[in-house]
């Protein structure tokens, strides 16, 4: 027992029917004195040593109602507690069947801290899953960080141990002693902690939810319109420096209104689990339940979402199932034997990050991240889970040279337990929270990413089951195009439009995310060629492009208005570009307008969104005038209404360019044009309807003759 090795403690402690009456014994390191209560009777318990206390009460057949008084001190008034180890399991046996089956899609109420009031008692059970332990105990701020006289009980193979601690409640600092199979202790955070102390610090905190949210009707209504049928337009956004130093309900001032201006559909927030290093900007997850404490409180955060609920806009979330640090009070061996990685090193160090990937094929493992994600949109009202590094997870050789990776049992690559994971987590949190949509950052080629899980594909697999695919093929050849001179743009056209050749093969979103502008990438803005009138149009002629592309839309925050640094996590954006007096701040202005423009036009144009997954959605007007650097295609609704979409990346204006159209609409109007004078650009627009005529050109009977502006994207619909 002193050790931290014992299994079953209540079979020691407590009080037991013996011969004569009832024994009662009381572990309680430091204490001076210890007396029971019961039946209207003090008797005082025998000190043992080592912090053992016992007594018998005569005469009784079975257990009475005990209470104990304890004194640590000579002269301190006694302590009055009740004792742990009176109390029965408060885990039902239908919680541990289903941890036991890594089935428990609410994992999250079985185990970890939970204030509750058990036989009639308020306290907190403590239950935590550490099956290779020899032993487990409770330490916090209530036992000075001495666990000895908590231990806990096994609850069977399940490998669960559990313990009812009268009078804790919320805000008690708390960590798990657990004693290693070899003997040695390790002291550990709660895996399932739902709120953390601020980081460095590290302890689990006990909590209760005691929000009441205000956003049913967003909540009936989010899943009314499939999403791929639907506007989103993605504001990315890391909480921590979006503006430094605001906490959750400070942001939720400020975020939603600003997202609501410009038009944006939905944010995304870059991870909000509780991690250790901020350098990682929460990809390096230990707390994979609490969101980080550094803006406050668990009820603060739903604060946040709410707020932006009523905004009308919706939240989604980074989670991060790929891996998690090595940090010794976290996750890692957790009792003392790999647990939540693989205990083979080639399948758990992950070479990139210097971090361990999940063993996915753990019944206990899968549980708690499917559970995981349940939770967040659960608990937390997200609309959506953005999953990151996908492709690390689905391919054994993943950053591995040869020798450095196991195959599976069929002697390929693909990982099959991390396959099914992600089937089985896409599948469950649709199946419990309607209207939530996933996203996948894939960047291979992997068969049926957002394919249903019982479709099997070509390469023998069921689909994943996500909602959307980043697509990061168009993001790499878009970008690498727009960063030419615009003279050697022509040798690299087909950058721009090869996206089309497999835009049906997954349903995507174009991201350009804040991997695009950190780590010597340059900014959005400052990736472009020529001067900074150049960059400027250049850049909002890619935005135009890209918002009218086939596919939902994300963007970093910063750049849409033209932020010319790399984003920094230590000040974020440079909200000074905008501060009137500032000498520039009409170009960065524009640019922001421009977006606003964007997003507005956008949601109120199905043809840009509504066939966005459907070949019938669009149809190219010309997409090889490689020697003029000019695209132009067609976006329909589901009635077939279209908008015309002209981009040309030369820096000339072109005049009476003659395009192909549809030859029942017999005029169109500029819709938006990138190149106007409010946006920051040389204002050459057409005020005017640009009428059609019988003149055939790039295989219609039908065309339109427009002037081009330079480094501008035009939109056009039927006048």
Same mark, same amino acid.
């Given at each position: 027992?002193?050790?931290?090795?014992?299994?079953?403690?209540?079979?020691?402690?407590?009080?037991?029917?013996?011969?004569?009456?009832?024994?009662?014994?009381?572990?309680?390191?430091?204490?001076?004195?210890?007396?029971?209560?019961?039946?209207?009777?003090?008797?005082?318990?025998?000190?043992?040593?080592?912090?053992?206390?016992?007594?018998?009460?005569?005469?009784?057949?079975?257990?009475?109602?005990?209470?104990?008084?304890?004194?640590?001190?000579?002269?301190?008034?006694?302590?009055?507690?009740?004792?742990?180890?009176?109390?029965?399991?408060?885990?039902?046996?239908?919680?541990?069947?289903?941890?036991?089956?890594?089935?428990?899609?609410?994992?999250?109420?079985?185990?970890?801290?939970?204030?509750?009031?058990?036989?009639?008692?308020?306290?907190?059970?403590?239950?935590?899953?550490?099956?290779?332990?020899? #032993?487990?105990?409770?330490?916090? *701020?209530? &036992?000075?960080? +001495? @666990? /000895?006289?908590?231990?806990?009980?096994?609850?069977? =193979?399940?490998?669960?141990?559990?313990?009812?601690?009268?009078?804790?409640?919320? #805000?008690?600092?708390?960590?798990? *002693?657990? &004693?290693?199979? +070899? @003997? /040695?202790?390790?002291?550990?955070?709660?895996?399932? =902690?739902?709120?953390?102390?601020?980081?460095?610090?590290?302890?689990?905190?006990?909590?209760?939810?005691?929000?009441?949210?205000?956003?049913?009707?967003?909540?009936?209504?989010?899943?009314?319109?499939?999403?791929?049928?639907?506007?989103?337009?993605?504001?990315?956004?890391?909480?921590?420096?979006?503006?430094?130093?605001?906490?959750?309900?400070?942001?939720?001032?400020?975020?939603?209104?600003?997202?609501?201006?410009?038009?944006?559909?939905?944010?995304?927030?870059?991870?909000?689990?509780?991690?250790?290093?901020?350098?990682?900007?929460?990809?390096?997850?230990?707390?994979?339940?609490?969101?980080?404490?550094?803006?406050?409180?668990?009820?603060?955060?739903?604060?946040?979402?709410?707020?932006?609920?009523?905004?009308?806009?919706?939240?989604?979330?980074?989670?991060?199932?790929?891996?998690?640090?090595?940090?010794?009070?976290?996750?890692?061996?957790?009792?003392?034997?790999?647990?939540?990685?693989?205990?083979?090193?080639?399948?758990?160090?992950?070479?990139?990050?210097?971090?361990?990937?999940?063993?996915?094929?753990?019944?206990?493992?899968?549980?708690?991240?499917?559970?995981?994600?349940?939770?967040?949109?659960?608990?937390?009202?997200?609309?959506?889970?953005?999953?990151?590094?996908?492709?690390?997870?689905?391919?054994?050789?993943?950053?591995?040279?040869?020798?450095?990776?196991?195959?599976?049992?069929?002697?390929?690559?693909?990982?099959?337990?991390?396959?099914?994971?992600?089937?089985?987590?896409?599948?469950?949190?649709?199946?419990?929270?309607?209207?939530?949509?996933?996203?996948?950052?894939?960047?291979?080629?992997?068969?049926?990413?957002?394919?249903?899980?019982?479709?099997?594909?070509?390469?023998?697999?069921?689909?994943?089951?996500?909602?959307?695919?980043?697509?990061?093929?168009?993001?790499?050849?878009?970008?690498?195009?727009?960063?030419?001179?615009?003279?050697?743009?022509?040798?690299?056209?087909?950058?721009?439009?090869?996206?089309?050749?497999?835009?049906?093969?997954?349903?995507?979103?174009?991201?350009?995310?804040?991997?695009?502008?950190?780590?010597?990438?340059?900014?959005?803005?400052?990736?472009?060629?020529?001067?900074?009138?150049?960059?400027?149009?250049?850049?909002?002629?890619?935005?135009?492009?890209?918002?009218?592309?086939?596919?939902?839309?994300?963007?970093?925050?910063?750049?849409?208005?033209?932020?010319?640094?790399?984003?920094?996590?230590?000040?974020?954006?440079?909200?000074?570009?905008?501060?009137?007096?500032?000498?520039?701040?009409?170009?960065?202005?524009?640019?922001?307008?421009?977006?606003?423009?964007?997003?507005?036009?956008?949601?109120?144009?199905?043809?840009?969104?509504?066939?966005?997954?459907?070949?019938?959605?669009?149809?190219?007007?010309?997409?090889?005038?490689?020697?003029?650097?000019?695209?132009?295609?067609?976006?329909?609704?589901?009635?077939?209404?279209?908008?015309?979409?002209?981009?040309?990346?030369?820096?000339?204006?072109?005049?009476?360019?003659?395009?192909?159209?549809?030859?029942?609409?017999?005029?169109?109007?500029?819709?938006?044009?990138?190149?106007?004078?409010?946006?920051?650009?040389?204002?050459?627009?057409?005020?005017?309807?640009?009428?059609?005529?019988?003149?055939?050109?790039?295989?219609?009977?039908?065309?339109?003759?427009?002037?081009?502006?330079?480094?501008?994207?035009?939109?056009?619909?039927?006048?």
């Amino acid at each position: 027992m002193l050790a931290g090795e014992h299994h079953d403690p209540h079979g020691v402690l407590g009080a037991h029917p013996v011969r004569g009456g009832v024994v009662v014994r009381v572990l309680r390191p430091w204490a001076k004195e210890v007396t029971v209560l019961a039946k209207g009777r003090r008797i005082p318990l025998r000190s043992e040593g080592d912090g053992l206390f016992s007594a018998l009460l005569p005469l009784l057949r079975k257990v009475p109602a005990y209470e104990l008084r304890v004194r640590y001190e000579e002269g301190q008034d006694e302590l009055a507690v009740h004792d742990p180890y009176r109390f029965l399991p408060s885990l039902g046996e239908l919680d541990l069947h289903l941890i036991g089956e890594g089935r428990h899609e609410e994992l999250w109420t079985a185990l970890g801290a939970h204030p509750m009031t058990h036989d009639g008692v308020a306290g907190t059970r403590f239950a935590v899953w550490a099956p290779n332990a020899r #032993g487990v105990r409770v330490t916090g *701020d209530f &036992t000075h960080w +001495d @666990g /000895t006289a908590l231990p806990m009980r096994s609850l069977g =193979a399940t490998g669960v141990w559990e313990l009812f601690v009268p009078g804790i409640g919320e #805000g008690a600092l708390y960590k798990f *002693d657990i &004693t290693r199979p +070899d @003997g /040695t202790h390790t002291v550990r955070a709660d895996p399932m =902690a739902r709120r953390t102390e601020c980081p460095p610090n590290t302890a689990s905190i006990v909590t209760a939810s005691h929000y009441s949210w205000g956003d049913a009707e967003w909540m009936a209504r989010r899943g009314t319109r499939p999403p791929h049928e639907s506007p989103i337009s993605v504001y990315e956004v890391h909480l921590a420096s979006w503006r430094p130093g605001l906490d959750y309900r400070q942001l939720a001032e400020q975020l939603p209104a600003y997202v609501r201006d410009m038009g944006f559909t939905h944010v995304e927030l870059m991870p909000v689990t509780e991690h250790p290093f901020g350098g990682s900007w929460g990809y390096q997850v230990t707390g994979f339940y609490a969101p980080t404490a550094r803006m406050g409180t668990p009820d603060d955060f739903r604060f946040l979402v709410d707020a932006l609920h009523a905004a009308g806009i919706g939240v989604l979330m980074d989670w991060v199932p790929a891996h998690f640090p090595k940090d010794d009070w976290a996750l890692a061996e957790f009792d003392g034997r790999p647990l939540y990685e693989h205990e083979d090193p080639r399948r758990s160090h992950h070479p990139d990050w210097g971090t361990l990937e999940f063993d996915y094929g753990r019944k206990e493992v899968r549980n708690f991240l499917v559970a995981n994600a349940v939770y967040w949109c659960q608990e937390f009202h997200i609309d959506g889970l953005r999953v990151d590094a996908v492709a690390s997870m689905l391919y054994l050789d993943y950053s591995r040279e040869h020798g450095e990776w196991l195959p599976n049992e069929y002697g390929g690559r693909e990982n099959l337990d991390a396959v099914a994971f992600l089937q089985e987590m896409n599948a469950t949190v649709y199946r419990r929270c309607p209207g939530i949509v996933t996203f996948a950052e894939e960047s291979t080629a992997w068969d049926g990413v957002t394919r249903e899980t019982d479709q099997v594909g070509p390469g023998g697999f069921g689909g994943l089951g996500f909602g959307m695919k980043w697509n990061m093929g168009w993001m790499h050849d878009s970008l690498e195009y727009v960063q030419k001179e615009p003279v050697h743009r022509k040798y690299h056209h087909h950058e721009m439009t090869f996206s089309m050749v497999y835009a049906y093969s997954e349903n995507y979103i174009l991201p350009i995310s804040h991997d695009e502008v950190v780590h010597g990438k340059r900014s959005l803005v400052s990736k472009m060629p020529g001067d900074w009138w150049q960059q400027r149009a250049t850049h909002r002629a890619y935005l135009g492009f890209m918002w009218a592309h086939p596919g939902k839309q994300l963007l970093y925050m910063g750049q849409e208005f033209a932020q010319g640094a790399e984003w920094s996590a230590e000040h974020g954006p440079d909200w000074w570009l905008l501060d009137p007096a500032y000498g520039a701040e009409p170009d960065h202005r524009g640019v922001q307008d421009l977006v606003r423009d964007l997003n507005t036009v956008y949601r109120d144009t199905p043809s840009l969104w509504e066939r966005d997954t459907a070949s019938d959605g669009f149809q190219w007007v010309v997409g090889d005038a490689a020697e003029d650097n000019v695209f132009a295609f067609l976006r329909l609704d589901a009635f077939g209404s279209p908008l015309l979409a002209v981009s040309n990346f030369s820096p000339v204006v072109r005049h009476d360019y003659r395009l192909g159209v549809p030859d029942a609409v017999v005029a169109w109007s500029e819709v938006l044009n990138t190149d106007a004078g409010r946006y920051g650009g040389g204002d050459v627009v057409g005020r005017d309807p640009v009428k059609a005529e019988s003149v055939p050109h790039h295989g219609r009977t039908a065309s339109i003759r427009m002037t081009l502006p330079p480094l501008a994207t035009v939109w056009l619909r039927p006048a």
